[in-house]
């Protein structure tokens, strides 16, 4: 098929249920196997607007409505919005790229809230005003439409996965994503998807981490080499309800409690946490299909030597980082935030019954005009 005249121009703004800040990623896509990655780029959150985030957070669990904003949520909203719209004016200039090439913005905005049993996923994120502010049509709010028909609304990133896959030579292969919760995603020979979040990815030891050196996170996994896992501790974590259950499925950032690994030493808590992390991820073959030829790890947590060597330790075949692929690890999910802009600007569909348990293939977002 010729799909050269249907190709978009997208940006990808994405911030997820991490804290660390925005990523931004180019792409060029028809929404289907044609990609042409660009340049890419991440902005880290000032250190005021990480508290803001935490609070925001705390704020977000009494929410009973997706768009009420009440307390800091509001201001917290307007702030992320101008600095991902920043954000887009500081990429664009240092590429080089003019505005008007850009056709799309695929905006993601940050989670802080996300109870599929409740129908509720929050994404901090004014399209209108990214509209306004870059002058580019904005897709945002992508979750929403799956979680309302009884979706998971998560993993949304499947559809670019299989894309990215058709340069995997041998299927099946598993994509992981680890950033504050880590999913994967299981492609097989046919095309065939399924995927779910695994467990914790490094939201819980970067908390640990936090409380108890105020470093951001476990550099390299150097604290976690250094320790010792506590296998009570470690046994305690998995018990969780959680891995029994059949996918899809998913989790918000604040679903596993640490209470497990408190008393311990920073570097026995990091070590414990880790291998929570990547213990999590074994399990999650129980559900697969067949055995992955190949991981694929991208997101943070892939710049984990320690935890990566964990999770070679609980799968079996080959757990590579996604640069192994000639991929960038660090903008897979923004450049994935791109692609499901020009398919919902398409009508085609994001979400599907095996990555979020909707009733059937459906589309989402909604598009916002910069006119």
Known sequence: ??????????LGLMSGTSMDGIDVALLDTDGDRALRQGPAASYAYPAEIKVRVRAAMEEAKGLNARDARPGCLADVERALTELNAAAVERFLRANGIDKGRIDLIGFHGQTVLHDTPRRITVQLGDGHLLAERTGIDVVYDLRAADVAAGGQGAPLVPVYHRALACGVPDLPAAFLNIGGVANVTWIGRNGRMLAF?????????????????????????????????????????????????????????????????????????????????AAAVGRAREHMPEEPRIWVVCG??????????????????????????????????AQAWAYLAVRSSLGLPITFPETTGAPAPMTGGVLLSSQ
């Open 1 to 10: 098929m010729d799909i050269m005249g249907k190709v978009r121009c997208a």
């Open 197 to 277: 979040d695994t467990g914790p990815g490094n939201a819980l030891l970067d908390d640990w981490v936090m409380n108890k050196s105020g470093a951001p996170h476990d550099a390299d996994g150097a604290l976690a080499a250094r320790g010792t896992c506590d296998a009570d501790a470690l046994q305690a974590l998995l018990t969780n309800n959680y891995f029994g259950l059949p996918p899809p499925k998913s989790l918000d950032r604040n679903a596993f409690s640490a209470a497990p690994v408190q008393g311990l030493s920073l570097e026995d808590g990091a070590a414990t946490l880790a291998a929570f992390t």
């Open 300 to 333: 943070g947590g892939r710049k984990n030597r320690t935890l990566m060597g964990l999770i070679a330790a609980n799968v079996q075949n080959a757990v590579v980082p996604a640069e192994a692929l000639g991929l960038d690890g660090d903008s897979i999910e």
